[in-house]
């Protein structure tokens, strides 16, 4: 793979039920951590990291994202009406991140299966999929260092993170051959291990740089954990072609998809905003903890 990563899928069709009873009406996406949805977290990741468009996979009851990218000409009127410059230009800004596109996903039958509906899309190029529940804290953008270390290997790259052993179950583990600081050559991959099945605590998070072959791969997948198509099976078998790397996220990864993580994460960024972080630490501090 030699061409530059352009463009980046998000599958955003996922019901969100670790999160429910917020998500029964509104998409996981739109929960905002401080005062921006998560999705544009991720959509302002991609774009530091060099993205030009985003390839967004919705499914029904996500109009609101699609509503948040877009212009809203009747709230910029009243805003410069009211001569409130600053909210006006943060709110143009969201829809001048990147080119939108959105292709749907009709039935949820994995990740796999999301990143598959973004075939045409994509086209005849290498991508990036970013997935909307795990926010990277970091100097540089989660994405940037993967491209970073594309840029060298020339090779696929998935980024990955240091997770407890109690927690491999919930993500990607992978077995891997560490070739430079915080960069390992992925010798296989297994979707939701038990503890004991983990070959590391090396977690995928959500960050990954793919070449356009694993369309065809993903059409051959079967359904595998938890009887879904998933991109982890699929990217076991782009090891019989290719090299795959994986590069260890160098910042704080939260996963907000689940309840804890949410909070974390919320309570990280709002100290670290100009606006609020100085009230907030001293509320914090004043707490009978
Ligand atoms: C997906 C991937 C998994 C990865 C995880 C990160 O799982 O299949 O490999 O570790 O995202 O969040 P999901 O969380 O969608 O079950």
């Not at 990291?49 to 212009?71: C, P």
């Not at 290997?153 to 990955?160: Q, R």
């Not at 038990?194 to 369309?215: Q, W």
């Not at 090299?243 to 993580?261: N, P, Q, R, T």
């Amino acid at each position: 793979m030699k061409q530059k990563v352009r463009k980046a899928v998000l599958p955003v069709a996922g019901l969100g039920t670790r999160f429910l009873p917020a998500t029964k009406a509104s998409p996981k996406e739109m929960l905002p951590i401080v005062d921006k949805p998560m999705i544009q977290y991720i959509v302002e990741e991609a774009k530091e990291s060099g993205v030009e468009q985003v390839i967004l996979v919705t499914g029904r009851g996500k109009q609101a994202i699609e509503n948040h990218f877009d212009t809203s000409s009747e709230l910029e009127r009243i805003l410069e009406q009211k001569g409130e410059e600053k909210l006006l230009r943060e709110i143009q800004k969201i829809s001048n991140l990147v080119s939108f596109c959105y292709v749907r996903q009709k039935e949820a039958l994995g990740l796999g299966h999301a990143v598959l509906c973004a075939s045409e899309a994509v086209g005849n190029e290498p991508f990036a999929v970013l997935l909307g529940d795990m926010i990277i804290d970091s100097e540089t953008p989660g994405l940037k260092q993967l491209m970073d270390v594309y840029e060298h290997y020339k090779d696929p790259v998935i980024g990955v993170s240091r997770v407890e052993q109690s927690e491999v179950s919930r993500y990607g583990i992978i077995k891997a051959n560490q070739v430079s600081s915080g960069v390992h050559e992925v010798l296989d991959l297994i979707e939701k291990p038990s503890p004991e099945k983990a070959p590391s605590n090396l977690a995928i998070i959500g960050r990954y740089i793919l070449p356009p072959e694993i369309f065809d791969i993903l059409e051959r997948t079967s359904p595998g954990a938890n009887g879904e198509i998933q991109l982890t099976d699929a990217l076991k078998k782009v090891l019989d072609n290719t090299a795959l790397f994986a590069c260890e996220i160098k910042g704080k990864v939260h996963d907000g998809g689940s309840k804890l993580g949410f909070l974390k994460a919320t309570v990280e960024l709002a100290l670290k905003n100009p606006e609020l972080g100085d009230d907030f630490r001293q509320y914090l501090k004043g707490l009978d903890l």
